[in-house]
T-cell receptor, first 111, second 114 residues
Framework: LAKTTQPISMDSYEGQEVNITCSHN???????ITWYQQFPSQGPRFIIQGYKTKVTNEVASLFIPADRKSSTLSLPRVSLSDTAVYYC????????????FGTGTRLTIIP | NAGVTQTPKFQVLKTGQSMTLQCAQD?????MYWYRQDPGMGLRLIYYSASEGTTDKGEVPNGYNVSRLNKREFSLRLESAAPSQTSVYFCASSTDRGINSPLHFGNGTRLTVT
């Protein structure tokens, strides 16, 4: 299973774009990259998932380079409500039960 | 649009007591999961049910049992609670167990064992 490495914490000001990078050097061919967001006292919430290149939805963008050994979650124009922990998960055909949640990146938005 | 509902929200137990954490989903999902989250740590999988009628151990199953009562409900039982089981417990569900089926989480049960 691919192990992921992401920053423990990040701070950003309101209105800025925030990029959180995750390293996954041992990613396997059938692995997908998935990001979850967790607010205090809530369960994680799915943000975005991708396999290669770029994926965009109404919440975020996910950039995956050709070698897929890293990925970057991009949050445009963050607000205070984006303060949360963000988890990068890598997994594939073995099923959701094989996904591992690490400690994530604690993002703090400063007014 | 309830999603995944967990009860109770909070519980305090004495060592040796038993209890069952309840989880229900209304999204017609096939797969359901129980995780625990300890302070400053990520989530660890306790048990999962890939489909109705099946259950399997996750990463940290010791001290727990589960029941997939029907497609909607997946309960977690602590037969003899220990202080090491003090944690926040999250239930999740997904359309199926495949990676393309995002996990939908409840808001957790905060359990303290004294």
């Amino acid at each position: 299973l691919a192990k992921t490495t992401q920053p423990i914490s990040m701070d950003s000001y309101e209105g800025q774009e925030v990029n959180i990078t995750c390293s996954h050097n041992n990613i396997a061919t059938n692995d997908y990259i998935t990001w979850y967001q967790q607010f205090p006292s809530q369960g994680p919430r799915f943000i975005i998932q991708g396999y290669k290149t770029k994926v965009t939805n109404e919440v975020a963008s996910l950039f995956i380079p050709a070698d897929r050994k890293s990925s970057t979650l991009s949050l445009p124009r963050v607000s205070l409500s984006d303060t949360a922990v963000y988890y990068c998960l890598v997994g594939g055909g073995f099923g959701n039960e094989k996904l591992t949640f690490g400690t994530g990146t604690r993002l703090t938005i400063i007014p | 649009n309830a999603g995944v509902t967990q009860t109770p929200k909070f519980q305090v137990l004495k060592t040796g007591q038993s209890m069952t954490l309840q989880c229900a989903q209304d999204m017609n999902h096939n797969s359901m999961y129980w995780y625990r989250q300890d302070p400053g740590m990520g989530l660890r999988l306790i048990y999962y049910s890939a489909s109705e009628g099946t259950t399997d151990k996750g990463e940290v199953p010791n001290g727990y049992n589960v029941s997939r009562l029907n497609k909607r409900e997946f309960s977690l039982r602590l037969e003899s609670a220990a202080p090491s089981q003090t944690s926040v417990y999250f239930c999740a569900s997904s359309t199926d167990r495949g990676i393309n089926s995002p996990l939908h989480f409840g808001n957790g049960t905060r359990l303290t064992v004294t």
